[in-house]
């Protein structure tokens, strides 16, 4: 029997089962394969699709969403299916809450779909907090005394627990995870609170704030004070070249390649392509985040090639990624990350609208902060700077593993399992996402998928590149399987 242990049975974790299921159908095993996946909470959500506030939703529109990969409408299909689910359909962007239901009846169809009678997948319910490698194999040990033998064993955990600011923890009126909904409600309805962070996971925390009736002011803090930009409602195609071009940039280059290269790539593509792109309004202190936001609601119900073309660049960017040299990697998070990341993953106008009103009833701020002013300062010397009785960390998860904050990790790390890579995440081979230690030799037939391979891939925080990632490894396992296979055959002949 061949053993495959999936840890972390969120989109990741059921697409790897999905893709798993397709892939080993094909072989010709005599041996069984029996998949199992460990999962401490609930099947197919993960922390993005747990959430059980109905005003959470989700960044995409709703016909993009679809966990088949042949079919990106099958979310939107499964919602129009459901007589009982009362949905806006000319909402694009639906609750997360409702695409956390659908990922779950999804993983139940995948966990029951047995394509042949040699392959099985079982679900246990458990959370992993150590793996060791044996002389032949994996043992998985689980909170509950549980000990799993594997012959493969995939981590797609994703990244929970935020590990910026760690000196703050133990002040009482310092949260340090917005996802955490008891902490947020104990904040008194009239407090004042600071958000550390403008992007789409503070968006979040505000409305969780006000879904819970908060009064009080709110103030996001960030680097930049800018929020993500206002997606486009006109969904008109555009079909940009941005990734010919990128691919023509990558082939010219190879080892030379540089960010500033890439940027003026997109930058020309999108002049081409008739559309308008201000990267300079972070430089511009005379606009308010109030303004441009204002411009943004208008904007977006006109057509924005540039957000079609920054789009369309997901085809390619993780091969760029993967290109560029370590030092233009390091120079990118240093100086654009943030950037990149306000044009490139837009808020729903919904969500615009809902902060445009608080603006307006003078319950919302957002402020420029030096990140050096965070970094050196005492929790209650940011408290009183910011004037806020509260705290809550809203910045976008660390992906630094070394301080991720559970057992697996640090007993990974410390068992040399895994290395750090230096852009956030595991170390891991870009094709295969087989991990590898500290001198880069694999980690054999132990594989990472999701977020945790940001460092490697970049382009991790989507539904769609995950899945995509996927297949990816399910290629890699397979391919490791039949060889095993044919050495064994090989061995068996010569022993007969
Ligand atoms: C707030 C938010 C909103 C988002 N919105 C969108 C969107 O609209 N569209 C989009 O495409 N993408 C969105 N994303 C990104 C999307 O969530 C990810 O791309 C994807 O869902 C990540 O899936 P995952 O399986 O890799 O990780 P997760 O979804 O985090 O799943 C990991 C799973 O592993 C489990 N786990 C962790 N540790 C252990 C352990 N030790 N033992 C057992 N189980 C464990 C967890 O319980 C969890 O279920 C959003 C992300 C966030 C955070």
Redesign the pocket.
Known sequence: MINIVI????????ALLKALKEDANHLSLKSLIKITI?????IG?????S?NIPT?I???PAQT?GFSKSDKSDFHKWCASKEHIQINHNSTYLA?KL?GKYLEEVSEKILLNTPSSTIVSTVLK????AIVREEIGFTVYCMNHAEVKADYVIL?????NTTSYLNWENDANYIKSPWCSEKLNKIPKNDSVAILGSG??AI?TVISLIHQGHQGKIKLFSRNGLLPRVQSTIPTPHKSSIEQKLRALLNESMSKLTFKEVFRVIITTIREESGLLDWTLHRRPSITPQQILQNDIIDSSKTLIWQQVLAQSTAVICDIWHALPHSERMLFDKHLKSLWMTNRHPMPKENALFLLNLFENKQLEVMRLCKSITDKMEFQTFKEYADCSWVINGTN?SEDITQIQ?P?MKQLIESHMIHPHINGGINSDYATHEASDVFGQKTKNFFV???LTRGVHFY???????ISHAYNVSNAIIYNIEKQDKINKKYNQQHL
Request: net charge negative.
């Open positions: 840890v972390g049975g969120g989109v990741s974790g059921i460990i999962e401490k909470k609930t959500t993960g922390l993005a699709f959430t959470h989700i960044n995409m969403m997360r695409y458990d959370e992993v907090q797609a955990i994703g990244i929970e789409l996971t979040d998860v559970s697996l998928l999701g977020q991790t925080n989507a539904v769609e590149q995950n």
